[in-house]
């Protein structure tokens, strides 16, 4: 019996110990996995960009070194509302060859930045309109190039208002008629009241909306709101044919972040992404595609695609688990960018 008390006031003593022990070791421990989580996220985001997605684990994990350029100002790259715009870069460091990629999708872009033409059976639809002096010899020239009628355009879709992506944007929209040019609705907003914009601004017209479907015949992109990047991001969701076979492509419209945000926007940005990875998980996609070439090497595999021999896949088609990691690393890396920046 009074062994029994013993060892219940041993086992109570214990008890309050663990009890009283967690309690004051917690916020030294919540602490501790503050400190060493943005490591643990890099780690994480490495894992997951594997072979695939080098480039947007350096982009969005490794904040530029102090005193560098921000990496996210296009406009100010090109003058912006500060200063004059300087002119174009020299053709030879952005000037890339168009190329045919599946059946029925091509590659207008330059090294650097994407643009793509999607043909259907009643018409073609362009994806971004590249910088303002990129534009006539990618786009028209490329299309030309490639045996496509610039005519048979009916829709360029803008993933977003940044001048690298909608520099040609009233090019196109002057020079081919009846075309309809598709802006997220803010990222029209922004439009309509800028005073400089890059390349010209072009006039009002269609706005993008969850869940549209723009189609031309038997080819169609569908759209995914993606707030973020900026307010009215477009990410899309599409189907080409590939040696016959479907190939579905996730397209990711606005991928950098900005490494001085607050808490809000990397949330913002955090949620948008898991909407996209959720999307493009449903839909099936096995390719993933971005509209800057560092993000997803699109530059080399476009034209690797388009020198490939007969029945080779296609190196865009990197299977499910590949397009989900991509989501990984933008997800774990805007984490720690958000640690970073807020301290929590
Ligand atoms: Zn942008």
Redesign the pocket.
Known sequence: MKKENHSNIRRFVWIAFVALAIIAVSPAVRAQTLSTSVDGLLGAAKNAAGLEWPGTFLRLCIPPPPGAPAP?A?AAARGGARGTPPGPPARETWYAEPAKVADNLYFLGTKIHSAWAIAGSEGTIVLEALYDYAAQDEIFGGMRKLGLDTRRVKYVILS?A?A??DGGAKLLQDEIPGVRLVYGAADWDAVDISTNHAGGKPKHDMVGKDGMKISVGDASVQIVTMPG??PGTLSFLFEVRDNGKPLRIAYVG?T?IPFNANAEYYEGYIASSKKMAKAAADYGATALMSNHTEFDNAFFKAHTAANRKAGVANPFEVGTAAVARYFTVVQDCATAARIRATGR
Do not use: E, N, Y
Request: net charge negative.
């Open positions: 996210t296009p977003h940044h690298d992506h990047h900026t606005g950098a």
